[in-house]
């Protein structure tokens, strides 16, 4: 599975900003997917994530501002990042959990989020 992402950049507090993913390439075998993040310094944390036809999961700190969605037909997965702080601030990266009995982890080149204080 190949995962492409796109979105991000520069963003003011309190603002938004989407980020979407797109996959190609063994689509149908994709349990899951989602988006990870890694601040500076950080290790790398769950942000959101959708199991096919299963309700999102999120991290804690960012419940009630972002939201995860899928379109199953197209493979995709977006976030949309509303109310943002300055600690939101990271890589983000799209994931993928798939396979056909044994299950692999995919990931997107990752995209730069800046919440600028």
């Known amino acids: 599975v190949q995962l492409q992402a796109s979105g991000g950049g520069l963003v003011q507090a309190g603002g938004s900003t989407r980020l979407s993913c797109s996959a190609s390439?063994?689509?149908?075998?994709?349990?899951?997917m989602g988006w990870y993040r890694q601040a500076p310094g950080k290790q790398r944390e769950l942000v959101a994530t959708i199991a096919n036809g299963d309700n999102p999961d999120y991290n804690e700190s960012v419940k009630g501002r972002f939201t995860i969605s899928r379109d199953y037909a197209k493979n995709t997965v977006s976030l949309q990042m509303n109310s943002l702080k300055p600690e939101d601030t990271g890589v983000y990266y799209c994931?993928?959990?798939?396979?056909?009995?044994?299950?692999?982890?995919?990931w997107g080149q990752g995209t730069l989020v800046t919440v600028s204080s």
């Open positions: 994931y993928s959990r798939a396979g056909w009995g044994a299950l692999y982890d995919f």
């Open positions: 390439g063994g689509t149908r075998s994709i349990k899951s």
